[in-house]
């Protein structure tokens, strides 16, 4: 018995031996035990070396999210190290995976047996394996491409940041180098491209030199692109079609095709095809042919349809927001339409924050319900504002708003305005009529003082209009306004009434920021007559035009032009008995710089009251201004300016009588948050005593 119990103690050994670890086959070298970042996970590297066993481990995937119980995880792991350790450069030999269960602890023991003889390492990767043999612990790399340029190299160095910075990174980077590479060519549809890779060591990064060849391209030999649902009847999808710029022949291009894809898909959510999907999308590559065909085939389902918007937290009457939504319920869905919702009630002033939500998902038969959510204004604002300008030198104002009166949705706004030339005092009404934005009955008393050349003026004048926004986007003004005016003339004091009925029109055009647009016009008509008939002192009829255009040929380079034209029909024996405000005068930051603020115009002698006479500035009947400028952009936010102003106010109709007055000159733009604020010195070389001035100005010219 106890002679056998040597033999018994040895089978014992054997049944406990793993068959996947010959004690015969074991190296001597110590286990390598390592942690991984999967959680509670162990790796132990059995029959190599400490240092290759550690670079092994670096190389293994990080399995986040894998439980080690999934059925896959120890063949994908037997996989990883087996193909780690040929990147390393080691001889190929075969590797066992083993996974076991130790408490709460999971192990992973990867097993390597011995050298496979006659089965060389891939001479394809043998230049990465050598780098990695070569590899330090600290320094990162450095790329160059070779063999191609552009697009090509673009791609493939975008495919291959971000760059290793740590001689970690650096294995692992090294490692998948080749497969990333493969992905950027066939991206651009380079399918037989072959890479050759040489690394130099160099203190403290390597520079890895990736040379291409990137062989003949792929080409389509079909595109087949197909439309189910509503969308086959859709215009938009079919000129979307239309302009598809992948055609049979053309290198196949991946980017290309993923923004075909994205384009359908966007374009239904945009014009409400809430269930389409992409039935098939494919691009099918024969390797061999060196060809590839293209298959999209977008299911767009039914089209939905806007519904009722329901209003919430306003105190408006319900039927004047329902006359802010600007489509019918039932329209074609097309989110353009909910963006416009969204800004036709943040423009209405009615609201502080206006959230549209669509609800698709709450559809009944097709028909998308539509929420708006609406944050009151505050009831009542002040603003308080400081300012200069050449023309009115200092200026202080208050604003007092209140947006929303009453549930019929009337604002009124008053405002204050104190400076040595033209102190002012407004109130404005506005009630909507036929529509809360777009048509409004407007109330407007004003007083003012005004300095007019050599006279000073005192308006007071109410007016009483239909203001109405039509479909051109021309804004139409019906208005009557009434004007008392009285004013100091020479020595004598003058006062006059006046009764206008009145037209106008207006629109502006602009592109880019409204406050420094790149290209735009904005255009002003007014049309007023006054009669003794209805009670006016005199009878005139009044013509006003203003246009202001801007336009960039080039980046950075701009040209604004405007011009300014008034007209009075009046008698010639009461045009001395004009009001000043009716009158035309010249000169300013509005008109011709290089002369002070309407310091132009006819001037007549009058008696100074102490024996002798005197020129007053009394302005004209006719008034014409042009003026051109170039701007030059150092910046996006400062630009040079130099201009040509011309021009006059006048009483006659003989073009050579009048006396025309021009000036030249520049200055520097600055774009701040309110607007250019412009400092510029102008020249007015028509004076034989004029000087250079000054001229500070801040505003849009649109």
Same mark, same amino acid.
């Given at each position: 018995?106890?002679?056998?119990?040597?033999?018994?103690?040895?089978?014992?050994?054997?049944?406990?031996?793993?068959?996947?670890?010959?004690?015969?086959?074991?190296?001597?070298?110590?286990?390598?035990?390592?942690?991984?970042?999967?959680?509670?996970?162990?790796?132990?590297?059995?029959?190599?070396?400490?240092?290759?066993?550690?670079?092994?481990?670096?190389?293994?995937?990080?399995?986040?999210?894998?439980?080690?119980?999934?059925?896959?995880?120890?063949?994908?792991?037997?996989?990883?190290?087996?193909?780690?350790?040929?990147?390393?450069?080691?001889?190929?030999?075969?590797?066992?995976?083993?996974?076991?269960?130790?408490?709460?602890?999971?192990?992973?023991?990867?097993?390597?047996?011995?050298?496979?003889?006659?089965?060389?390492?891939?001479?394809?990767?043998?230049?990465?394996?050598?780098?990695?043999?070569?590899?330090?612990?600290?320094?990162?790399?450095?790329?160059?491409?070779?063999?191609?340029?552009?697009?090509?190299?673009?791609?493939?160095?975008?495919?291959?940041?971000?760059?290793?910075?740590?001689?970690?990174?650096?294995?692992?980077?090294?490692?998948?180098?080749?497969?990333?590479?493969?992905?950027?060519?066939?991206?651009?549809?380079?399918?037989?491209?072959?890479?050759?890779?040489?690394?130099?060591?160099?203190?403290?990064?390597?520079?890895?030199?990736?040379?291409?060849?990137?062989?003949?391209?792929?080409?389509?030999?079909?595109?087949?692109?197909?439309?189910?649902?509503?969308?086959?009847?859709?215009?938009?999808?079919?000129?979307?079609?239309?302009?598809?710029?992948?055609?049979?022949?053309?290198?196949?291009?991946?980017?290309?095709?993923?923004?075909?894809?994205?384009?359908?898909?966007?374009?239904?959510?945009?014009?409400?095809?809430?269930?389409?999907?992409?039935?098939?999308?494919?691009?099918?590559?024969?390797?061999?042919?060196?060809?590839?065909?293209?298959?999209?085939?977008?299911?767009?389902?039914?089209?939905?349809?806007?519904?009722?918007?329901?209003?919430?937290?306003?105190?408006?009457?319900?039927?004047?927001?329902?006359?802010?939504?600007?489509?019918?319920?039932?329209?074609?869905?097309?989110?353009?339409?909910?963006?416009?919702?969204?800004?036709?009630?943040?423009?209405?002033?009615?609201?502080?924050?206006?959230?549209?939500?669509?609800?698709?998902?709450?559809?009944?038969?097709?028909?998308?319900?539509?929420?708006?959510?609406?944050?009151?204004?505050?009831?009542?604002?002040?603003?308080?504002?400081?300012?200069?300008?050449?023309?009115?030198?200092?200026?202080?104002?208050?604003?007092?708003?209140?947006?929303?009166?009453?549930?019929?949705?009337?604002?009124?706004?008053?405002?204050?305005?104190?400076?040595?030339?033209?102190?002012?005092?407004?109130?404005?009404?506005?009630?909507?009529?036929?529509?809360?934005?777009?048509?409004?009955?407007?109330?407007?008393?004003?007083?003012?003082?005004?300095?007019?050349?050599?006279?000073?003026?005192?308006?007071?004048?109410?007016?009483?209009?239909?203001?109405?926004?039509?479909?051109?986007?021309?804004?139409?003004?019906?208005?009557?306004?009434?004007?008392?005016?009285?004013?100091?003339?020479?020595?004598?004091?003058?006062?006059?009434? /006046? %009764?206008? =009925?009145?037209?106008?029109?207006?629109?502006?055009?602009?592109? $880019?920021?409204?406050? !420094?647009?790149? *290209?735009?016009?904005?255009?002003?008509?007014?049309?007023?007559?006054?009669?003794?008939?209805?009670?006016?002192?005199?009878?005139?009829?009044?013509?006003?035009?203003?246009?202001?255009?801007?336009?960039?040929?080039?980046?950075?380079?701009?040209?604004?032009?405007?011009?300014?034209?008034?007209?009075?029909?009046?008698?010639?024996?009461?045009?001395?008995?004009?009001?000043?405000?009716?009158?035309?005068?010249?000169?300013?930051?509005?008109?011709?710089?290089?002369?002070?603020?309407?310091?132009?115009?006819?001037?007549?002698?009058?008696?100074?009251?102490?024996?002798?006479?005197?020129?007053?500035?009394?302005?004209?009947?006719?008034?014409?201004?042009?003026?051109?400028?170039?701007?030059? /952009? %150092?910046? =996006?936010?400062?630009?040079?300016?130099?201009?040509?102003?011309? $021009?006059?106010?006048? !009483?006659?109709? *003989?073009?050579?009588?009048?006396?025309?007055?021009?000036?030249?000159?520049?200055?520097?733009?600055?774009?701040?948050?309110?607007?250019?604020?412009?400092?510029?010195?102008?020249?007015?070389?028509?004076?034989?005593?004029?000087?250079?001035?000054?001229?500070?100005?801040?505003?849009?010219?649109?």
């Amino acid at each position: 018995m106890l002679r056998a119990l040597p033999l018994l103690i040895a089978a014992l050994l054997m049944l406990m031996t793993p068959a996947w670890a010959d004690p015969a086959e074991a190296p001597p070298e110590p286990i390598t035990e390592l942690p991984h970042p999967v959680a509670d996970l162990t790796i132990k590297v059995v029959g190599l070396g400490e240092e290759v066993g550690k670079r092994l481990v670096d190389l293994l995937p990080q399995w986040d999210g894998q439980a080690p119980t999934d059925p896959n995880f120890v063949k994908e792991a037997e996989q990883s190290a087996q193909r780690s350790l040929e990147a390393l450069g080691e001889d190929a030999r075969p590797i066992t995976a083993k996974l076991e269960e130790i408490g709460s602890r999971w192990v992973l023991i990867l097993a390597a047996g011995e050298p496979t003889e006659g089965k060389a390492t891939s001479e394809r990767r043998r230049p990465v394996r050598d780098a990695m043999q070569r590899e330090v612990k600290e320094g990162g790399l450095e790329l160059k491409v070779e063999g191609v340029r552009g697009n090509l190299a673009r791609n493939l160095r975008a495919h291959l940041s971000p760059l290793p910075k740590t001689a970690a990174e650096r294995a692992s980077f090294l490692f998948t180098l080749e497969d990333k590479a493969e992905e950027a060519m066939q991206a651009l549809g380079y399918y037989q491209a072959v890479f050759n890779t040489k690394v130099e060591r160099t203190d403290p990064n390597w520079i890895l030199t990736l040379t291409v060849d990137r062989g003949e391209p792929m080409r389509y030999d079909e595109v087949i692109v197909l439309l189910e649902g509503d969308a086959r009847n859709d215009p938009a999808f079919t000129d979307r079609i239309n302009r598809i710029d992948i055609q049979p022949g053309d290198i196949v291009h991946h980017g290309k095709y993923e923004t075909l894809k994205s384009d359908l898909q966007t374009l239904g959510l945009v014009r409400g095809y809430f269930d389409g999907s992409m039935a098939q999308h494919r691009i099918e590559v024969d390797r061999d042919a060196n060809k590839a065909n293209l298959v999209l085939l977008y299911d767009s389902g039914r089209r939905y349809r806007l519904g009722e918007v329901n209003f919430w937290s306003s105190e408006l009457k319900p039927s004047l927001l329902q006359e802010m939504v600007p489509f019918t319920p039932g329209t074609p869905y097309h989110a353009d339409q909910v963006a416009r919702l969204t800004s036709t009630l943040l423009g209405s002033g009615y609201f502080q924050d206006v959230k549209v939500l669509p609800h698709p998902e709450q559809a009944v038969d097709g028909i998308v319900p539509i929420e708006a959510g609406l944050s009151p204004p505050p009831r009542h604002s002040i603003d308080l504002g400081v300012g200069y300008a050449t023309d009115t030198e200092a200026r202080i104002s208050t604003t007092w708003r209140t947006p929303v009166v009453n549930r019929h949705g009337h604002s009124q706004e008053t405002k204050a305005e104190l400076s040595k030339v033209n102190p002012k005092l407004s109130f404005d009404y506005r009630i909507p009529f036929d529509h809360p934005i777009n048509d409004k009955l407007v109330f407007n008393a004003s007083v003012g003082k005004e300095e007019f050349g050599d006279i000073d003026s005192s308006q007071y004048q109410t007016s009483f209009g239909r203001r109405t926004v039509m479909g051109n986007r021309w804004t139409r003004t019906l208005s009557a306004r009434f004007l008392y005016e009285d004013w100091v003339q020479g020595p004598q004091d003058h006062s006059a009434k /006046y %009764l206008m =009925p009145g037209i106008s029109f207006s629109r502006t055009q602009r592109r $880019g920021p409204p406050l !420094d647009p790149t *290209d735009g016009l904005r255009q002003f008509y007014l049309l007023e007559h006054a009669d003794t008939v209805w009670g006016s002192d005199q009878r005139i009829t009044r013509f006003r035009s203003q246009l202001r255009a801007v336009y960039t040929p080039i980046e950075r380079h701009r040209l604004t032009a405007r011009a300014d034209i008034g007209i009075n029909v009046i008698a010639d024996e009461d045009l001395l008995e004009l009001a000043p405000s009716l009158r035309f005068f010249a000169g300013g930051d509005q008109s011709i710089r290089g002369f002070s603020y309407q310091s132009l115009g006819p001037k007549i002698t009058v008696d100074d009251g102490e024996g002798g006479t005197t020129e007053l500035l009394v302005g004209g009947r006719y008034l014409l201004v042009g003026s051109i400028e170039y701007q030059y /952009y %150092l910046t =996006p936010s400062w630009r040079l300016a130099a201009f040509f102003d011309g $021009g006059n106010a006048f !009483d006659t109709n *003989d073009s050579d009588a009048i006396d025309f007055e021009a000036s030249f000159g520049g200055g520097v733009h600055w774009i701040s948050p309110v607007g250019p604020i412009k400092i510029e010195v102008g020249y007015g070389f028509t004076d034989p005593d004029a000087s250079p001035m000054l001229h500070i100005s801040i505003g849009a010219e649109l």
